[in-house]
């Protein structure tokens, strides 16, 4: 361990309660105060993008859905759509609204998942089992439309593999109705609890500036009084039929502090903004095919023929997802990055830890709601000679002209 | 009690029953290893787990008398776990056209599935042309061994 | 010489008494909290199979951690905690070393297992311990004020109305202060009621006050490095405190005893005032315990320090001076 005398470094991770996933992270502590904080991410590298380019775009979408264990249908609509722009795919209107509704259950699990683990960081155990508990019932509607609770393998390239029928709509109907009962229930013990205000309103406050500055995605910037929600800005799926207005903390308090409150304000009433959409769907559900094409050949023949590179984009619960794929003629795709959500914005972490309260840690830790799995990339660790080495960006920069430079040869 | 909203949740929580299913038994028994021998025995039963949708996508079943070794299931599986297996090559007496009955070798190709890989996407089962394989209902897998017998279906 | 075999006796049966009653109470404690989360909750008798497992385990002293001083803290905080039990009256029986303390000797009593904690974590020489430690030296400071209010004016009262002894255990169990007191006094009363309602937890080191162990954001804090053998005899000193703690609060505040309304005597008087003790100990540790620890949010040690010196401190003064009118407006009975 370090030095005992002040300023003393605590280092939390990579493995600590407090963090359901490996990240590391460093703080200069003097007192209870945070001096500087630091982070190194790349405990979880797992190498799927390499997994990735010795299979087909068909076996990659079930892979892309084992990147993380919430988003179950964020990574694999991203990519989809990025094979799908590649092979020009025209995707369904059902499928489309099928791909929209999982979606928002995604949403409303995630969210209330997020809600309990936020309550869990500020020792409210109580609230982490309700919110927890709550959770359930979008986990059994997801389970009822696709079969599982957690990998809903549901999405395939130019559709859906499972239609709703009718006769899910009422269970789906009856689990809405359960949650706009207890929307309220929600927002009153999140948000009027005495002892959650004073934690969190003013802890790791990010400014308007500086979330934009940090290019943050989703619930994050959001709170910090951006309008960026892919859903409003590039619709795509069904969200282009939808009215779809992002979630500002100015639907419960009057002004925009940025702070954890501010985040849990915004991630409390977009699980309401979901029942609305699922509602919505419901309603207007086109009829029709739910697959461009039934016969997985045929979207491996598409694939084969396609060529061309493309950004398959999705607004995940944390923010905008992004997968670039690349592809030459040939079943395997020759590129595929993925960039989740919290890729974006971790990188406010050293600039909203600091000045903080050693107790508040963990919740500002969570409040951007990290996703590490998903955004573990470049490590590359010599086991040989049993060091790790991080690449710098100077580093990465000149490897990536290097990689160009050849494959413009 | 107005600021601490949880309070009264907590007094109407404390009455009502607990939302566990007490799966696999109510009580934990004294030995976990000698309770599951009783209950593959029969004399103990065990609380059932909550019940499966009707598309779940559990342990792969695999019927091999269907399957024609066609390796379709090959091309879509993400993870690699199913391979083709080539049986060992059986004499097989063939008519041809004109009645001439002959002795041939002939190899039966099948496929084998490793459990322990599978991520039960259940592409597999949806390709399937003969419906050789299909998702069962099985999701209790846990093993020490993932070349066990039960985590291989062949 | 009999003295101390009736006091070695005494403590004997006490401690066995004490962590017996104080584990159960852990169990009780454990099972209602998950009825009001919604879970099952582990069997009653958990803690001790928890305490009997630890006790197998193996001993860890990290290599940073100053070894005496690392081993020697629980023993000191079981130790001591005992120690508190042996100035206690239970019920109608007498404190065992009642003639050699009274209730100012327990208000130092009590800092011993905290402090023992505290070096304890600072021995252990991990940042989290180091952190966990500070914060708990900041906790006590800051409970013992309200604490020691609420002792002092009790103590003062009785004073006030001539009792005799003011500041001996037995006389604060066996005339309860409710009695001497008039309207005024027993608004104070019902004040420090609520005062010692939120020390309880803060001496416990309970959620909402439990900024020292943390578990978020300190692993553990002051315990993140004891294990085995030694985690088990903090979790023992912890049941034992329990006990104590909570009996201190109701001989200061709920004193009454069950055998004068039931005309009962000798030993049957002693064993109903025992179970009746006994049962006001489980109904102060589900208040104070359980149900507060459960509806709320852990504090900031800075808000624990706000809540104990400002508000409770505050509510503590506003007693004495409702005291003080009362005591010129109704002359002691008795």
Redesign the interface.
């Known amino acids: 361990m370090t030095a005992k005398k002040v300023p003393y470094i605590v280092p939390v991770g990579p493995i600590h309660p407090a963090l359901k996933e490996p990240v590391h992270i460093e703080l200069t502590v003097s007192g209870e105060e945070v001096i500087s904080a630091d982070f190194t991410p790349g405990q979880t590298h797992r190498g799927i993008e390499w997994m990735g380019l010795s299979r087909n775009p068909v076996q990659i979408v079930h892979l892309t859905d084992r990147i993380c264990g919430i988003c179950g249908v964020t990574h694999s609509l991203a990519f989809a759509r990025a094979v799908e722009q590649i092979a020009d795919i025209t995707v369904p209107e059902r499928a489309d609204y099928v791909r929209t509704i999982i979606a928002e259950f995604e949403r409303i699990q995630s969210h209330l998942l997020w809600a309990g683990v936020a309550a869990h960081e500020l020792g409210f155990d109580t609230l982490f089992y309700l919110a927890w508990r709550v959770r359930e019932g979008a986990m059994d509607a997801i389970e009822l439309i696709s079969g599982n609770r957690v990998n809903y393998d549901i999405i395939q390239i130019g559709g859906v593999r499972r239609d709703i029928t009718e006769d899910q709509f009422e269970p789906i109907r009856r689990c809405l109705a359960n949650y706009k009962d207890l929307f309220g229930k929600l927002k009153m013990l999140f948000l009027e609890d005495a002892v959650i205000n004073s934690r969190c309103k003013g802890a790791g406050r990010l400014s308007f500036e500086k979330a934009m500055a940090y290019s943050t995605v989703g619930p994050t910037a959001r709170a910090s009084g951006c309008t960026a929600d892919l859903r409003a800005d590039y619709p795509y799926a069904a969200y282009g039929d939808l009215n779809v207005k992002p979630v500002l903390p100015t639907v419960y308090s009057n002004d925009i502090n940025g702070d954890t409150y501010d985040r849990i304000v915004v991630r409390i009433f977009e699980i309401a903004q979901s029942i609305e959409i699922i509602e919505e769907c419901l309603a207007n559900m086109p009829v029709g095919r739910i697959l461009w094409e039934e016969k997985v050949a045929g979207i491996l023949a598409a694939c084969k023929k396609a060529k061309g590179e493309a950004v398959g984009l999705h607004e995940a619960p944390r923010g905008e997802c992004l997968h670039y794929v690349a592809m030459d003629l040939a079943e395997i795709p020759i590129a595929w990055k993925v960039k989740a959500s919290s890729y974006s914005n971790l990188h406010v972490w050293p600039l909203i830890l600091k000045g903080a309260q050693l107790a508040d840690i963990p919740i500002i830790v969570a409040s951007i709601d990290p996703c590490l799995s998903c955004t573990d990339r470049v490590v590359v660790t010599d086991a040989a000679a049993g060091r790790t080495k991080i690449f710098t960006k100077e580093e990465l920069t000149r490897l990536s002209y290097e990689k160009t430079r050849r494959l413009m040869q | 009690m ?6 009264r ?3 109407g ?2 009455v ?1 029953k ?3 299913n ?1 799966f696999p038994t109510i ?2 028994p004294k030995s976990i290893t000698r309770f599951f021998r009783s209950v593959t025995e029969g004399k103990a039963e065990i609380v059932p787990p909550v019940a499966t ?1 009707p ?3 559990g342990k792969i079943v695999y019927d091999r008398t269907a399957c024609n070794g066609c390796g ?1 299931c090959l ?5 690699h776990a199913i391979e083709q297996v080539a049986y060992p090559p059986m004499t097989v007496t063939v008519t041809d056209e004109k009645g001439n009955v002959t002795e041939k070798l002939k190899t039966e190709k099948r496929i084998r599935i490793y459990i322990a890989s599978c ?5 597999c089962s ?2 399937c042309t003969k419906g050789a394989v299909a ?1 069962g209902n099985e999701f209790l897998l846990a093993t020490e061994d993932r070349f066990a017998e039960e985590q291989i279906a062949e | 010489m009999s003295v101390f075999f009736a006091a070695l006796g005494g403590t004997i049966l006490l401690a066995s008494f004490a962590i017996g009653f104080g584990l159960l109470l852990t169990g009780i404690d454990r099972r209602v909290a998950a009825r009001m989360q919604a879970r099952v909750g582990p069997p009653l008798l958990q803690p001790f199979t928890d305490v009997r497992k630890l006790f197998a385990k193996q001993n860890i002293i990290p290599a940073n951690a100053i070894p005496w001083l690392f081993n020697a803290m629980p023993i000191i905080a079981l130790a001591s905690s005992i120690a508190i039990l042996l100035y206690l009256p239970f019920g109608s029986f007498a404190p065992v070393l009642g003639a050699f303390g009274d209730v100012i000797l327990v208000l130092y009593l009590l800092i011993i297992p905290s402090l023992a904690l505290v070096l304890g974590g600072f021995a252990s020489g991990s940042p989290y311990a180091t952190v966990g430690a500070q914060r708990e030296m900041v906790s006590m400071i800051a409970y013992e004020l309200p604490l020691a209010v609420t002792v002092i004016s009790i103590a003062w009262r009785l004073h006030a109305a001539h009792v005799a002894e003011p500041f001996s255990m037995l006389t604060l169990m066996q005339t309860p202060v409710w009695d001497v007191v008039g309207p005024l006094g027993s608004t104070a009363l019902l004040i420090l009621l609520v005062v010692m309602a939120w020390v309880t937890p803060g001496e416990l080191s309970k959620i909402p006050f439990d900024s020292p162990e943390a578990e978020t954001e300190l692993a553990g804090g002051i315990l993140a490095e004891y294990s085995g053998r030694n985690l088990g005899l903090f979790a023992l000193a912890q049941a034992v405190k329990t006990v104590a703690v909570a009996a201190f609060g109701i001989i200061l505040l709920l004193p009454w005893n069950l055998s004068p309304f039931l005309g009962l005597t000798m030993v049957a008087a002693g064993i109903a005032d025992l179970v009746f003790f006994a049962l006001k100990v489980l109904f102060v540790v589900s208040i104070s315990v359980t149900v507060v620890r459960m509806m709320m949010a852990r504090f900031r040690i800075t808000q624990v320090v706000g809540l104990y010196w400002l508000v409770l401190g505050g509510l503590g003064a506003l007693a004495i001076f409702l005291l003080m009118a009362d005591t010129s407006y109704v002359p002691g009975m008795i």
């Open positions: 107005a600021k601490l909203p949880m309070f949740e907590i007094l929580q404390s009502k607990p939302v566990t007490l009580r934990m949708p598309v779940f996508r379709l091309k879509v599986c993400p993870t991520v039960f996407c259940g592409q949806d390709i998702m």
